[in-house]
């Protein structure tokens, strides 16, 4: 452990208490040891507890977030997600996490909704059934009627959970600050940036205007998919704190018996299911993150509700590419392959070695060599990438953690339904489906074109870049300033990286114009030349690779900047 300089204790009194109780519940469940790494030594008693005797270090996480309350169990699905940042024992043992508390009283529902729909309840709704739906930590739902008949459900916030919220975020804020401070171990896991990414979470599921428009997003995306059902969204009744949504009626995906009483087509549903959250992942860039067994009801017609959209995965063009070169390296066996999706997915620490990743990744795949591809479980291989993620310090955006919770999820859903069915040979043919995209010649026309304006910016912004890294070592400073600018630095060789790339794919690109155009000259010059519309496509794109390679040396020598 290093440390590096003083951190004396610095909470505003209304926080000290939770310290204390944070302090407590870590050290009741054996993780007393935090004492010496935070520094706040003075909460934590100094005993020893049976619980750390009995008890697996995953099991006693597990109990420090269902102890602490809403925003810890919030963080703990979070971090179950993101098996890059935390050890496999501690990630399965978040995915226990339940959300679901008791209710809080009818009567503080009925003014929240006062509050935030400015007229009582009764005067904009029919009735509201007093007996909630369902109750998690950070809200309730309650089945209700418009004045006009209409069957809805309203979910209303805990009163008093925003304020409890930012109280927990400014603690976890400061211990993750102070953790950076002494210890140099916790620099790759960056506690700060996911105290970061917790309180963006959370602040989106504080907002149901977020989650209704969610719905509408998703609901918009998947006009083309019949089979599933999301819930209009009622805006004049739904609010900051209040979302009102259309009643749907169905059967809860895990209730295999009563599915089957009414004629349900088991198979069918997990195929439609599999292939609609598949869709939504690589045609769509947007997905419902979170398909778990309460999320989802199904209809008499084999039709499917979803539900919840607190929790929706986005992704770029460039990450839908990224995960299906993944998905088609394991279908195909290709470690190479996986290795440079895995690598071109996350944040790689300058530190990686890749012949020890590439082993890695090849020991997963040597795992499926004699097996079928309909028995290849990809929830498990993902899962298993991941961790060799985690190992090799490889943070993976939030998204794509987002992607492997999802997928993960809806495996478990799938073996109820249809145990036989395989979501690989389902994402296999939508993986190819993308790859033949990226063969198009308009679609590597336009890569291009990207590739060449951002190499262009990137080069222009290079001298600029050089004497920021030529000041930082002027006197030594290098060896002062290096752990503050390591971040800096890591993103700056990211885009240098990336340039140099770019560049050599513009070459490239230039390079076979110019054999193109030979190879057409020597055609009309031979009397053997065919005005097929291929050979003119050919000489179409030669003539558009000239250009933008000549565009791009014209750019470099217009800003006098190599």
Request: aromatic share 8%; charged share 25%.
């Given at each position: 452990?290093?440390?590096?300089?003083?951190?004396?204790?610095?909470?505003?009194?209304?926080?000290?208490?939770?310290?204390?109780?944070?302090?407590?519940?870590?050290?009741?469940?054996?993780?007393?040891?935090?004492?010496?790494?935070?520094?706040?030594?003075?909460?934590?008693?100094?005993?020893?507890?049976?619980?750390?005797?009995?008890?697996?270090?995953?099991?006693?996480?597990?109990?420090?977030f269902e102890q602490l309350g809403p925003t810890f169990i919030k963080m703990g699905q979070v971090l179950s997600?993101?098996?890059?940042?935390?050890?496999?024992?501690?990630?399965?043992?978040?995915?226990?996490?339940?959300?679901?508390?008791?209710?809080?009283?009818?009567?503080?529902?009925l003014q929240l909704i006062k509050e935030e729909l400015g007229a009582p309840a009764e005067r904009i709704f029919?009735?509201?059934?007093?007996?909630?739906?369902?109750?998690?930590?950070?809200?309730?739902?309650?089945?209700?009627?418009?004045?006009?008949?209409?069957?809805?459900?309203?979910?209303?916030?805990?009163?008093?959970?925003?304020?409890?919220?930012?109280?927990?975020?400014?603690?976890?804020?400061?211990?993750?600050?102070?953790?950076?401070?002494?210890?140099?171990?916790?620099?790759?896991?960056?506690?700060?940036?996911?105290?970061?990414?917790?309180?963006?979470?959370?602040?989106?599921?504080?907002?149901?205007?977020?989650?209704?428009?969610?719905?509408?997003?998703?609901?918009?995306?998947?006009?083309?998919?019949?089979?599933?059902?999301?819930?209009?969204?009622?805006?004049?009744?739904?609010?900051?704190?209040?979302?009102?949504?259309?009643?749907?009626?169905?059967?809860?995906?895990?209730?295999?018996?009563?599915?089957?009483?009414?004629?349900?087509?088991?198979?069918?549903?997990?195929?439609?299911?599999?292939?609609?959250?598949?869709?939504?992942?690589?045609?769509?860039?947007?997905?419902?993150?979170?398909?778990?067994?309460?999320?989802?009801?199904?209809?008499?017609?084999?039709?499917?509700?979803?539900?919840?959209?607190?929790?929706?995965?986005?992704?770029?063009?460039?990450?839908?590419?990224?995960?299906?070169?993944?998905?088609?390296?394991?279908?195909?066996?290709?470690?190479?392959?996986?290795?440079?999706?895995?690598?071109?997915?996350?944040?790689?620490?300058?530190?990686?070695?890749?012949?020890?990743?590439?082993?890695?990744?090849?020991?997963?795949?040597?795992?499926?060599?004699?097996?079928?591809?309909?028995?290849?479980?990809?929830?498990?291989?993902?899962?298993?990438?991941?961790?060799?993620?985690?190992?090799?310090?490889?943070?993976?955006?939030?998204?794509?953690?987002?992607?492997?919770?999802?997928?993960?999820?809806?495996?478990?859903?799938?073996?109820?339904?249809?145990?036989?069915?395989?979501?690989?040979?389902?994402?296999?043919?939508?993986?190819?489906?993308?790859?033949?995209?990226?063969?198009?010649?308009?679609?590597?026309?336009?890569?291009?074109?990207?590739?060449?304006?951002?190499?262009?910016?990137?080069?222009?912004?290079?001298?600029?870049?050089?004497?920021?890294?030529?000041?930082?070592?002027?006197?030594?400073?290098?060896?002062?300033?290096?752990?503050?600018?390591?971040?800096?630095?890591?993103?700056?060789?990211?885009?240098?990286?990336?340039?140099?790339?770019?560049?050599?794919?513009?070459?490239?690109?230039?390079?076979?114009?110019?054999?193109?155009?030979?190879?057409?000259?020597?055609?009309?010059?031979?009397?053997?030349?065919?005005?097929?519309?291929?050979?003119?496509?050919?000489?179409?794109?030669?003539?558009?690779?000239?250009?933008?390679?000549?565009?791009?040396?014209?750019?470099?020598?217009?800003?006098?900047?190599?």
């Open positions: 452990m290093i440390n590096r300089g003083p951190s004396p204790l610095r909470l505003r009194p209304s926080r000290l208490r939770r310290m204390r109780e944070i302090a407590n519940v870590l050290a009741q469940n054996g993780f007393a040891f935090l004492r010496e790494e935070t520094g706040f030594g003075r909460f934590v008693p100094h005993r020893r507890h049976a619980e750390e005797e009995v008890l697996s270090r995953g099991e006693r996480v597990l109990r420090v997600t993101r098996r890059d940042l935390i050890p496999p024992d501690i990630a399965d043992a978040l995915t226990q996490l339940q959300d679901s508390v008791p209710p809080f009283p009818f009567e503080e529902a029919a009735r509201i059934s007093a007996q909630p739906l369902a109750a998690a930590s950070l809200g309730q739902v309650h089945e209700a009627w418009l004045l006009d008949g209409t069957h809805v459900v309203i979910k209303v916030q805990r009163p008093e959970i925003q304020p409890q919220i930012e109280a927990d975020l400014g603690v976890l804020a400061f211990l993750a600050g102070v953790l950076e401070q002494r210890s140099e171990s916790f620099d790759i896991y960056r506690p700060t940036e996911i105290v970061e990414e917790l309180a963006r979470t959370l602040h989106e599921e504080l907002d149901y205007r977020q989650e209704a428009h969610n719905a509408e997003l998703l609901a918009s995306k998947n006009r083309q998919r019949p089979w599933f059902i999301i819930p209009d969204v009622y805006w004049e009744q739904t609010s900051r704190r209040v979302l009102t949504l259309s009643f749907e009626e169905g059967v809860k995906v895990t209730d295999r018996a009563a599915l089957q009483r009414l004629g349900i087509d088991l198979q069918q549903v997990a195929r439609r299911l599999t292939q609609g959250i598949v869709q939504q992942i690589f045609l769509d860039g947007l997905f419902h993150a979170d398909p778990h067994p309460g999320n989802l009801l199904i209809t008499s017609e084999n039709r499917i509700v979803l539900l919840d959209f607190g929790m929706i995965g986005w992704l770029s063009d460039d990450m839908r590419q990224q995960f299906g070169e993944l998905a088609i390296g394991m279908v195909q066996r290709d470690s190479d392959r996986i290795t440079r999706a895995v690598l071109a997915m996350g944040i790689v620490p300058q530190s990686v070695d890749r012949k020890l990743l590439f082993r890695d990744v090849d020991t997963i795949r040597q795992r499926y060599v004699e097996v079928p591809l309909s028995e290849i479980d990809l929830s498990e291989t993902i899962t298993l990438l991941f961790q060799v993620a985690y190992r090799h310090h490889i943070r993976i955006p939030a998204n794509f953690s987002l992607l492997a919770r999802a997928l993960v999820t809806l495996q478990g859903v799938v073996n109820v339904l249809d145990p036989t069915l395989n979501m690989l040979t389902i994402a296999e043919p939508i993986g190819r489906r993308l790859l033949l995209e990226r063969l198009d010649p308009r679609y590597e026309w336009h890569q291009l074109e990207l590739a060449l304006r951002e190499t262009r910016d990137l080069l222009r912004a290079l001298p600029d870049e050089l004497h920021d890294v030529w000041a930082i070592t002027e006197g030594g400073a290098l060896n002062v300033r290096i752990a503050q600018r390591r971040r800096d630095e890591e993103k700056w060789m990211q885009h240098l990286s990336r340039m140099v790339n770019r560049l050599s794919t513009a070459m490239v690109f230039i390079g076979f114009a110019l054999l193109c155009v030979g190879t057409a000259a020597v055609l009309v010059f031979s009397g053997n030349v065919h005005w097929r519309f291929g050979e003119i496509l050919l000489g179409l794109f030669s003539a558009g690779a000239i250009g933008s390679g000549t565009w791009l040396l014209w750019g470099i020598g217009r800003s006098g900047r190599l």
